[in-house]
């Protein structure tokens, strides 16, 4: 188990490293697109459905890493205040509730894919460009978020194979 949890977290740092690259790629097309468009009346042909594909990337890649690394917003008004136990427990109940409803949105997302390829959907724009790879990578990024918040689950309750020590580290 340990090593599947440890291949999911590696994975998942690297979509976050390609996540924070993408920026750069989106500056690159959009940077081409103005430039083409400004000097030599002549855009760069797809760049906004390119840029579209990119920012799902952006998105829904870094939200499994953001989560691995606990990166997100936490709102803690009342639970600061319970007692330690207490607060494990809401941490644990959390976890398994966040990782529900991302799996059925992932769920959703996954069959709105499919569908997507299968009807071969294209956007409507200066060039065809088809829908399902981004609807691919939001339903692929909804998975590993979904994944992340097992794995945390599992190490708050030591079932993910490693010792205590690892557990408090991370």
């Not at 977290?9 to 750069?24: P, Q």
């Not at 644990?92 to 769920?107: D, E, F, P, Y």
């Not at 294209?122 to 065809?128: H, L, N, R, Y």
């Amino acid at each position: 188990m340990t090593r599947v949890i440890r291949s999911i977290d590696k994975f998942t740092a690297y979509l976050g490293i390609l996540s924070g690259f993408t920026v750069f790629l989106i500056m690159v097309v959009v940077c081409a697109d103005v430039v083409g468009r400004s000097f030599f009346n002549k855009p760069l042909l797809g760049a906004t459905e390119l840029s579209e594909l990119l920012l799902a990337s952006l998105i829904f890649f870094g939200l499994a890493a953001a989560q691995q690394a606990r990166h997100h917003y936490i709102v803690e008004l009342v639970v600061v205040r319970l007692s330690p136990r207490t607060q494990s427990l809401l941490a644990g109940l959390t976890h398994l509730l966040s990782a529900g409803v991302v799996a059925m949105l992932a769920w959703y997302s996954t069959g709105q894919a499919f569908t997507s390829y299968e009807m071969g959907e294209i956007s409507f724009g200066t060039v065809e460009f088809p829908i399902w790879p981004a609807r691919a990578v939001v339903a692929f990024g909804l998975i590993l978020f979904s994944l992340q918040y097992l794995i945390q689950f599992m190490r708050m309750c030591g079932l993910d194979g490693s010792s205590a020590s690892e557990t408090t580290e991370q």
